[in-house]
Structures are given as structure tokens and as C-alpha cells.
């Protein structure tokens, strides 16, 4: 499986921006999805990650309220809504697949190339 993240931009603070992750080949019911973002200079970190199966979502507090995880099965892509964005959440997104619904990096397996998320003030 490969994955994709597009959809990254500049945003002025307070805007919005919906990032995609598609997949080139089928995402099972057992995978889950998640999304992480590395800002220059910084370790990467866990953002968001769904359960293909159930729609079962986790989320980091920094974005609890503000981002919003969702899947599209026909089009086999998971999606990111940031609502209320803020400097702080400019970074380079990814995303990747894992087989347990986790915030730890190492147990996501496979990624796609990330999209650059820049949010000014």
C-alpha cells in the first residue's frame, strides 16, 4: 500500500484547510489510518488516527476541536479538516498506516510523502 497526503497550503490564522491521504491499493478493515506532522526542527508527532473498520477516532489535545478525522471507503482516502488553524500547527503532515489504533510512531508501518501546512499570523 502506498499512501499520499496532499491538500497542504498557506493559511492565514484562523482559516481552514481539509488534507487528503489516499491510498494506491486496498486499505483493509484491520488498518488504521493516522496523521503526523513534523515542524522545522521538531521531532514528529502523533496528530490523529482512525479505525477503518468502526470510524474510531483518536486525537492529540492541541487539536481536539479544531481538527476533524473522517474516511471515504469507496474512494479508500482518509481525510483531516483543520478548522482554526494556528501558527503553531504549521508543519510538514503525513500519513500512515498501522495496524492498531496508537499515538506511537513506530507502530505505523507504512507512509506517504507529507504535505507542507504553513499557517501565518
Known amino acids: 500500500v502506498q499512501l499520499q497526503a496532499s491538500g497542504g497550503g498557506l493559511v492565514q490564522a484562523g482559516g481552514s484547510l481539509r488534507l487528503s491521504c489516499s491510498s494506491s491499493?486496498?486499505?483493509?478493515?484491520?488498518?488504521?489510518i493516522g496523521w503526523f506532522r513534523q515542524a522545522p526542527g521538531k521531532e514528529r508527532e502523533f496528530v490523529a488516527a482512525?479505525?477503518?473498520?468502526?470510524?474510531?477516532?483518536i486525537y492529540v489535545d492541541s487539536v481536539k476541536g479544531r481538527f476533524t478525522i473522517s474516511k471515504d471507503s469507496p474512494k479508500q482516502s482518509v481525510y483531516l479538516q483543520m478548522n482554526m488553524l494556528k501558527p503553531e500547527d504549521t508543519a510538514v503532515y503525513y500519513c500512515?498506516?498501522?495496524?492498531?489504533?496508537?499515538?506511537?510512531?513506530?507502530?505505523?508501518?507504512?507512509w506517504g510523502q507529507g504535505t507542507q501546512v504553513t499557517v501565518s499570523s
Open positions: 482512525i479505525r477503518w473498520s468502526t470510524a474510531a477516532t
Open positions: 491499493g486496498r486499505i483493509y478493515s484491520s488498518s488504521i
Open positions: 500512515a498506516e498501522a495496524n492498531s489504533l496508537s499515538r506511537i510512531e513506530r507502530e505505523y508501518m507504512w
